[in-house]
């Protein structure tokens, strides 16, 4: 890293454009004090260098022109023999060591320092000047310092071999003492040499090369320090694993208990929901998956009292409508038994008319009696409307009367008793009155349901008024019969089907009655709603 920071700065001054110009003499006509603001540009840029690199002792650059320019502690100059050797590398830079006296204790010291040319930017083939940069040797003696052991020596050698620099600790090794080439820790770049000194001393020797200097930083450590070192760095392995262990588990349960007490809240409330309690809520805060779970549980709870409500609802109001049919039955064979007399007693008085309306009365009753459950057959319906049909036909007002039914619904069983009071209601309150009343049905399908359509010519209904007693019957019971149908349907198919009216812009209203209609019998229909 030190070697790499030198380098760069070198390179640095090799752009600089106030440098290039210092060094060429391209002074013009400036006068002296634009001449002094000049060299404080090519200063700062200098001290700049040097004081955000403790790396840099120093730097002097000297030009062809003669100029030179220099901050720090200079021990000599830039010498002929830096320019012989740069120029001979022709741009390359070099590092080199030269001894000198210190300056306060006056012992020999070794000034590490890198050379390098100056070429001009616009013209790479003209030299003009020559920069050096001396290396701390403080801030290199700290480094090894800082890094060796008691028994580790560090030494910086050239491709000769030779020692350039060395830090040698108290009972560290020589490199004098150990037989080792060159090519040998070259080879060795980056990993562990092991090495024999005087006295078949073993020793572990660990090079690496500095790149385009082309020397070897290595140090030499006897294995005793080595171990000692490893052991010290497995201790601080071992309290780093327990301290990041520790802290990971406490890590751990905090977000363990943050993450369970939402969940442990949520099985609470299930607890809560499984007693029957179901307007237990789950307290929501944020916008994370427990809290999505929570609206979750929330709806369901919501979902389930609703769904017992409407379930309660519904039993309450079969049990109503078991009441009111227990109320209205009458004992069929004595209902039969007096028609079939009065029928006989018509037909022995020579009244075939009355006959004929008893007939067809007995007939009507049988088919609303039969069977014991909900459902019969669309054939069933329209047989028990065509008797219905015949005997309002004797009365002062007849009307016209059309019935379409596709072929391929007869055997489709539905629930019975749907089509007859929707038409007597057509006629009492809707074509009663009129000369030419016009009753049509039609029966067809639309997917798996059947719908029944009744339209009748007359003045029409207040849509409001008719879906009110959808709900609730009015004074009187008025509007029992279509709420007791549309009540049935959807009792059984659920609240999708039901009876719609509507008034249609020729005149009159239409009534449609949607249920699902299923092949078979009346015994083979099952609904999971009921």
């Given amino acids: 890293m030190i070697f790499d920071d030198i380098d760069e700065a070198s390179l640095f001054i090799l752009v600089d454009p106030d440098i290039k110009k210092f060094l060429k003499g391209q002074t013009g006509s400036e006068n002296a004090y634009e001449s002094s603001i000049q060299m404080g540009k090519i200063y700062n840029s200098l001290n700049y260098l040097k004081n955000t690199n403790d790396s840099i002792q120093s730097i002097q650059i000297a030009g062809t022109n003669g100029q030179i320019l220099a901050n720090g502690y200079f021990p000599q100059n830039i010498t002929d023999k830096d320019w012989e050797k740069a120029r001979q590398l022709n741009g390359q830079s070099y590092w080199d060591v030269e001894e000198g006296e210190g300056i306060l204790d006056g012992t020999v010291e070794k000034r590490i320092y890198q050379c390098r040319l100056l070429r001009n930017p616009d013209n790479t083939q003209e030299t003009i000047g020559l920069v050096k940069v001396y290396l701390n040797a403080s801030a290199l003696k700290e480094l090894f310092l800082n890094s060796e052991m008691n028994a580790t020596s560090y030494f910086i050698l050239d491709e000769k071999e030779k020692i350039r620099y060395a830090s040698i600790s108290e009972d560290g090794p020589e490199l004098s003492e150990v037989p080792v080439s060159y090519e040998q820790l070259y080879r060795q770049n980056g990993g562990i040499l092991t090495v024999y000194g005087e006295n078949h001393t073993k020793l572990f020797a660990a090079p690496h090369?500095?790149?385009?200097?082309?020397?070897?930083?290595?140090?030499?450590?006897?294995?005793?320090?080595?171990?000692?070192?490893?052991?010290d760095s497995v201790s601080q392995l071992l309290i780093l694993a327990v301290f990041c262990f520790t802290f990971c588990f406490l890590m751990a349960r905090i977000i363990s208990r943050r993450m369970s007490r939402p969940l442990e809240n949520i099985a609470e409330h299930m607890k809560l929901l499984e007693d029957q309690q179901f307007s237990a809520r789950v307290r929501v805060d944020g916008n994370d998956e427990i809290s999505f779970l929570a609206r979750q549980f929330n709806a369901m709870a919501e979902k389930i009292q609703s769904l017992i409500e409407e379930v309660y609802l519904v039993n309450l109001r079969r049990k109503e409508l078991e009441l009111r049919s227990l109320h209205a039955q009458v004992n069929p064979h004595f209902l039969y038994n007096t028609l079939d007399m009065i029928y006989w007693t018509a037909k022995m008085e020579n009244a075939p008319e009355t006959s004929d309306m008893i007939s067809s009365l007995s007939c009507f009753f049988r088919q609303a009696l039969s069977g014991k459950d909900e459902f019969t057959s669309v054939e069933n319906e329209i047989e028990h409307l065509r008797y219905y049909i015949i005997l309002r036909r004797q009365s002062k007002r007849p009307f016209d009367f059309s019935l379409d039914a596709e072929e391929g619904?007869?055997?489709?069983?539905?629930?019975?008793?749907?089509?007859?009071?929707?038409?007597?209601?057509?006629?009492?309150?809707?074509?009663?009155?009129?000369?030419?009343?016009r009753i049509e049905v039609k029966i067809f399908a639309s997917g798996e349901d059947i719908v029944y359509t009744i339209t009748d010519n007359g003045r029409g209904v207040d849509i409001l008024d008719m879906n009110l007693l959808l709900k609730h019957t009015g004074k009187d019971n008025r509007g029992f019969g279509i709420k007791n149908i549309n009540d049935r349907i959807q009792l059984i198919y659920g609240k999708e089907?039901?009876?719609?009216?509507?008034?249609?812009?020729?005149?009159?209203?239409k009534v449609t009655v949607i249920q699902p209609g299923r092949e078979g019998g009346p015994h083979d229909q099952i609904d999971d709603r009921r």
């Fill in 209 to 231: 090369y500095l790149g385009d200097s082309g020397w070897i930083v290595c140090s030499l450590s006897e294995p005793v320090a080595v171990k000692a070192q490893l052991w």
């Fill in 409 to 437: 619904l007869l055997s489709r069983t539905v629930v019975k008793l749907m089509l007859q009071p929707l038409v007597e209601n057509a006629i009492l309150h809707g074509i009663q009155d009129m000369e030419h009343g």
């Fill in 497 to 509: 089907y039901g009876i719609h009216f509507e008034n249609i812009s020729e005149g009159g209203t």
